[in-house]
């Protein structure tokens, strides 16, 4: 008797092989990608954006939808994730954050973060200081936090009665997207290599201006810069994938947006710089240094021709010294500072930029000062910018007080 030729034996064989869908390769590789992708909403939108930043509010369908769908696809448990997550923010790429490449080296991070995470959860200071304010309710008390690899290896079956025998490596890609694209990818590369529109505290960039794959969370430069804002796109060609299924939600009553990017509003027949200046300079102080880093590259090209030939300054020494000059004055080295001093010996314009940036720095640093103060130093800044003869530094005055 041939067992294999039953049956019932042959329907569990199809099964194995096929699994309820019985889908083509390609089929299957179209709905892993659409599984993993919903993942990456949960992440940016729920994790992200909603806990840890409380840059929107969102409905109870939405947030339990995605947690019970993080509990599926990660095992992540939403106080660990928020509290690591914040601390990153609190000491970012200093000793103490939690998965720096600054501090830790880019392969650690790259291909080790979802250990570092796990280390991280173990450290009580860390969630009791960091886990305010995430779900403590009985369903998270009693199944989420409780059985959190439970998930995840119901996972495992439904992907195995869906798909067959390859539904374990529909699980296996599961498993490791988070691990391979939020932890590694933007924890690593993130804070690594790329893109800067504006010069924060720390060293997050963008990695590319298309926030498709990982949701927006590519955008990594723009939201340490604005870590509250619910869109992390910026600039008119960048793409926040994650922003736009934000205002779907929002359209069907599904989300609040409660916090975005501050966006400069600006008065062109201003002629004095008064208190609203003052205000919307402080308030949009990354676009206003942005904007400067600008005008410093276009005083450097007017210089550029100069200070090769007449000043005999190498090619190389040029670039670099152009990048130093573009960044925040507080952040170089003594090697850099140095390096800027004997530029300035050949271009006194590129030094009064420089020290136009130190004192327009200053001004949103000095709390000790009163508005007025601030106003007085605010136009005194403009005045001399203007009667500087250097027309970058001239034009950028003129849109400084413009701000409104």
């Not at 939690?98 to 250990?115: D, M, Y």
């Not at 779907?248 to 975005?260: H, N, P, Q, S, Y």
């Not at 205000?279 to 090769?308: G, P, T």
């Not at 940036?357 to 009163?370: F, N, Y």
Request: glycine share 6%.
């Amino acid at each position: 008797m041939n067992f294999f030729s039953s049956e019932p034996a042959q329907a569990v064989l199809t099964f194995l092989s096929t699994g309820l869908l019985d889908l083509g390769a390609w089929q299957i590789v179209i709905a892993t990608l659409v599984l993993t992708h919903i993942t990456i909403a949960a992440v940016t939108i729920y994790l992200h954006r909603h806990q840890a930043h409380r840059a929107l509010e969102l409905h109870a369908i939405p947030s339990h939808f995605f947690r019970f769908w993080l509990w599926l696809t990660t095992g992540q448990v939403t106080k660990e994730w928020a509290s690591i997550h914040r601390k990153h923010h609190a000491k970012c790429d200093t000793e103490e954050d939690p998965h720096s490449p600054q501090t830790r080296g880019i392969r650690k991070v790259l291909f080790e973060g979802a250990e570092l995470y796990r280390a991280e959860s173990k450290v009580k200071e860390t969630m009791e200081k960091y886990g305010h304010g995430t779900p403590d309710d009985w369903i998270e008390r009693n199944l989420y936090t409780k059985h959190s690899a439970m998930g995840v290896v119901l996972m495992l079956l439904i992907d195995f009665a869906l798909f067959g025998i390859v539904g374990i490596s529909v699980w296996a890609v599961q498993m490791m997207w988070i691990p391979i694209t939020a932890a590694g990818i933007i924890n690593g590369i993130g804070h690594y290599w790329g893109y800067r529109n504006y010069d924060c505290s720390d060293a997050a960039t963008n990695i590319i201006p298309f926030g498709i794959l990982i949701g927006g969370e590519e955008l990594h430069n723009n939201h340490h810069t604005f870590a509250t804002s619910a869109k992390l796109s910026s600039k008119w060609y960048e793409v926040d994938l994650g922003w736009g299924y934000i205002r779907i939600l929002e359209t069907l009553g599904l989300a609040k947006v409660k916090k975005v990017a501050p966006k400069p509003e600006f008065a062109k027949d201003k002629l004095v710089a008064d208190l609203d200046t003052l205000q919307s300079v402080i308030a949009n102080r990354y676009d206003v240094m942005a904007k400067y880093a600008k005008s410093v590259r276009h005083a450097f090209h007017e210089e550029f021709a100069h200070l090769k030939h007449k000043a005999e300054l190498e090619t190389r020494f040029l670039k670099s010294s152009r990048k130093l000059m573009q960044r925040e004055p507080a952040k170089l080295e003594a090697s850099h500072k140095q390096q800027l001093v004997e530029l300035f010996q050949h271009s006194k314009a590129l030094e009064t930029m420089h020290q136009m940036r130190v004192e327009l720095g200053a001004i949103w640093e000095r709390s000790h000062a009163t508005r007025d103060q601030l106003l007085q130093q605010l136009q005194d800044w403009c005045a001399r910018a203007e009667a500087s003869g250097i027309k970058a530094l001239q034009d950028f005055s003129l849109r400084l007080r413009s701000y409104a």
